[in-house]
């Protein structure tokens, strides 16, 4: 298995722009979170899927973010409209409590600047 | 906040030393991990203890759990350079199915 497959890798973009952030999870895996990290704030859960559904969503920021799961193998994570403070690395991971005992894999993030 | 504190936020020790970590949460756990972080890449999963486990071995990594006191420590052992990376560890809270993470020891092994 490739493991969790995140898309772009770097995205730069200019305030006011939208972001769109994707991920692939791991085949089989139920269990799909996106997370945020910057140095002020280390790791940050936004929202985490469970079979595509939306479980728990208190972390996002505010309405300017939002994440979508159409299927099993595809999520998405939205900025609308981006703002320079947004800047940070954005990782996704996934999980399968039945059979991976409950640990994350991690994909190698995307690390946005908002300029 | 949710988040554990790891503590020390950063340790440098020579090759071949034992490094220790140790991490404070808040809440009632399940269970309680510990990731590596290289720069620049995702965090991968090290080892993971229940809530009613005391100790825990793989390789040259233990970990140990006190519930009542709400902490845990990561110790590697003979560190190797190639050990050098960020290491968090992350809590699952009773009844949750998500994971939050601490705010990470940078540990920096000198050849």
């Known amino acids: 298995d490739a493991g969790v497959i995140q898309s772009p890798r770097h995205e730069v973009t200019e305030m006011g722009q939208e972001v769109t952030l994707r991920c692939k999870p791991i085949?089989?895996?139920?269990?799909l979170f996106w997370y945020r990290q910057t140095m002020m704030r280390g790791l940050e859960l936004l929202i985490y899927?469970?079979?595509?559904?939306?479980?728990?969503d208190s972390g996002m920021p505010e309405d300017r973010f939002s994440a979508k799961m159409p299927n099993a193998s595809f999520s998405t994570l939205k900025i609308q409209p981006s703002e320079p403070r947004d800047s940070a690395v954005y990782f996704c991971?996934?999980?399968?409590?039945?059979?991976?005992?409950?640990?994350?894999?991690f994909g190698s993030g995307t690390q946005l600047s908002v300029l | 906040s949710q988040q554990g504190e790891e503590d020390p936020q950063a340790l440098s020790i020579q090759e071949g030393e034992n490094a220790t970590m140790n991490c404070s949460y808040k809440t009632s756990i399940n269970n309680l991990q510990w990731y590596r972080q290289n720069s620049g890449r995702g965090l991968v999963h090290l080892i993971l203890?229940?809530?009613?486990?005391r100790e825990k071995h793989s390789g040259r990594l233990r970990v140990t759990l006190d519930t009542s006191k709400k902490s845990s420590s990561l110790l590697i052992t003979a560190s190797r350079a190639a050990d050098t990376a960020s290491y968090f560890c992350?809590?699952?809270?009773?009844?949750?199915?998500?994971?939050?993470f601490g705010t990470g020891t940078r540990l920096t092994v000198i050849p």
């Open positions: 899927f469970n079979n595509n559904v939306p479980i728990d």
């Open positions: 991971a996934s999980s399968s409590i039945a059979t991976t005992n409950e640990k994350l894999f």
């Open positions: 203890i229940r809530s009613n486990e």
């Open positions: 085949s089989g895996h139920d269990y």
């Open positions: 992350a809590t699952r809270e009773t009844g949750a199915n998500n994971l939050f």
